[in-house]
């Protein structure tokens, strides 16, 4: 998230209470907390999304049934294509990304 050569410092006391809450919503974007107070502090926008995992799945799968289209059409083994359950597949993956990040 933020790569620039660190050269100074920066100390600050906190309650035990303050530092765990930002130490979980550090772990849970992925970030070092360094990197997420950084982010925070300089007003950058930390998004958190859950349950992408199955979603980016079905994504690499319908990627697949494409590319594996694409190759039958490029071969001459077929010769129409009706894309209309893959579009209905590609648009409930996108409502399902909108719909975690509007969440």
Same mark, same amino acid.
């Given at each position: 998230?933020?790569?620039?050569?660190?050269?100074?410092?920066?100390?600050?006391?906190?309650?035990?209470?303050?530092?765990?809450?930002?130490?979980?919503?550090?772990?849970?974007?992925?970030?070092?907390?360094?990197?997420?107070? $950084? @982010?925070?502090? &300089?007003?950058?926008?930390?998004?958190?999304?859950?349950?992408?995992?199955?979603?980016?799945? #079905? %994504?690499?799968? $319908? @990627?697949?049934? &494409?590319?594996?289209?694409?190759?039958?059409?490029?071969?001459?083994?077929?010769?129409?294509? #009706? %894309?209309?359950? $893959?579009?209905?597949?590609?648009?409930?993956?996108?409502?399902?990304?909108?719909?975690?990040?509007?969440?």
């Amino acid at each position: 998230m933020y790569s620039m050569n660190k050269s100074r410092m920066f100390s600050f006391r906190l309650s035990e209470q303050d530092y765990l809450s930002i130490q979980q919503k550090a772990a849970r974007a992925r970030l070092s907390m360094t990197a997420f107070i $950084i @982010g925070a502090a &300089l007003g950058k926008k930390i998004i958190v999304v859950d349950g992408l995992e199955n979603t980016l799945s #079905e %994504l690499k799968a $319908i @990627g697949r049934n &494409l590319n594996q289209l694409t190759t039958l059409c490029n071969m001459g083994k077929i010769q129409c294509l #009706e %894309l209309a359950d $893959i579009k209905n597949q590609f648009g409930a993956v996108v409502e399902a990304i909108t719909g975690l990040m509007t969440g």
